[in-house]
Each structure stands twice: as C-alpha cells, then as structure tokens.
C-alpha cells in the first residue's frame, strides 16, 4: 500500500519566491495535517483538515503560510513570498478521522531551503 | 496547555546495552501517549502508545513503555540495542479524544559498536 506521498523530496528557492509543498494522504484516510520540523522548534503542527475542512490553523506562522486541501486526496501548503527562515523540512501525516487513537502516519517530508 | 519535555537530546550507547530514553508531560487532562521513531532521511513512524489499561506497553523489536501517572512520564526502554535503533525518538501526548499531538523535542539515539 502507498503511504503518504510528498512532493518535491527537496526545494531550494531563492528569498521572496514562492514554494509549494504538495501531499497525498493515504487512501481513506479524512484527516491530514501538515507540520514544520527544525532543530531550534522541533515539531510544530502547523494546520490540520478534516474531511478537507481545515479545523485548526493555530500553528500556521503568518499570512506568508496558507494550505488547501481542495479534495480527499490532495493537499497544498504555499508559502508566499518565502524566507530564510522558513528553512526546515515539511512533513504531512494522515489518519484515519474514525479511529479512537490519534496514530497518525507520516510522509517523508519536504526539505525546504530558502537561500 | 500540553506540553512533553524529552530531558535528553541525544543518548549513545554501546551495541548491546540497555538504554532508557526519558519522557515528561504536563496536561490537566486524561491523556493518549506516544512514542515515535524517525529513521534516517525518513518521516516518522509509530513504535508504540498507551490508551488506556496495562500501563507497560510494548513494541515488535523490543521496546516498551511505561506511564506512570503519579510522575507524569512515559519513559521508553530497550534491554539490549542494535545498531539499526539508530534514530531519532519522539514522544508525544494528546486529550483523550483529541486529534492533535504535542511532540517533544525527541532524543537522537546513537549506537556505537
């Protein structure tokens, strides 16, 4: 079975462009979050949907961040314009909205540089 | 609000030894907890949780965990490493019922021959 897919594995963008992060969640699956790592922060959840309704959007930094999620098998995280500190890798997780625990599965990630 | 203090940064030992990976929270609440590994270059993976019961529980390659409400922790443990548990370990809480999880800063784990 294919887990979470993300796409691009790696980015490196110059200051002030804009990224896109893109994931697929596993099949099935009606709740998908999106999460920043870094070594100062760790783990932050950045913005979580269910049933492609984002619910909580706490965790997103500033306007620069937005995510989508325009079906059940597709989402997007942007940042616009983009900055160095943005630098870290973007990971997206799914599970299933119907279990009693919060097993989330995780994709590779998306390491993102921004010169 | 939740928070998990994960007291080591990183953890080595020697192939073979025993290792304790410690881990602390802080809820008002009934909580779900969670330890994850992230492997090398890798997303993260579930290794084991407790919900609710035995409050020792157990993983396929031979961790456990144990929580201990009264000290409100979740410590990981291994008898005895293999070079492939190499990796970053993150513990994690939630409300019971809840969806989101609050991550520790997680403790790298190196195995040296």
């Known amino acids: 079975d294919a887990g979470v897919i993300q796409s691009p594995r790696h980015e490196v963008t110059e200051m002030g462009q804009e990224v896109t992060l893109r994931c697929k969640p596993i099949s099935g699956h009606n709740s998908l979050f999106w999460y920043r790592q870094t070594m100062m922060r760790g783990l932050e959840l950045l913005i979580y949907f269910n049933n492609n309704v984002p619910i909580d959007d706490s965790g997103m930094p500033e306007d620069r961040f937005s995510a989508k999620m325009p079906n059940a098998s597709f989402s997007t995280l942007k940042i616009q314009p983009s900055e160095p500190r943005d630098s870290a890798v973007y990971f997206c997780?799914?599970?299933?909205?119907?279990?009693?625990?919060?097993?989330?599965?995780f994709g590779p990630g998306t390491r993102l540089t921004v010169l | 609000a939740q928070s998990v203090t994960q007291l080591d940064s990183q953890v080595p030992v020697f192939e073979e030894a025993p290792v304790e990976l410690r881990c602390n929270y802080s809820?008002?609440?009934?909580?779900?907890l969670f330890w994850y590994v992230q492997y090398p270059n890798q997303g993260l993976q579930l290794l084991l949780k407790?919900?609710?019961?035995?409050?020792l529980v157990k993983s396929i390659n031979g961790f456990e965990a144990e929580f201990n409400k009264s000290q409100t922790s979740f410590h990981l443990r291994k008898p005895s490493v293999h070079i492939s548990d190499t990796a970053e370990y993150f513990c994690a809480v939630s409300d019971q019922g809840a969806q989101k999880l609050v991550f520790g800063q997680g403790t790298r784990l190196t195995i040296n021959p």
């Open positions: 407790y919900l609710s019961g035995s409050t």
């Open positions: 809820s008002s609440v009934s909580v779900y």
């Open positions: 997780a799914s599970s299933p909205l119907s279990s009693s625990y919060n097993e989330q599965f």
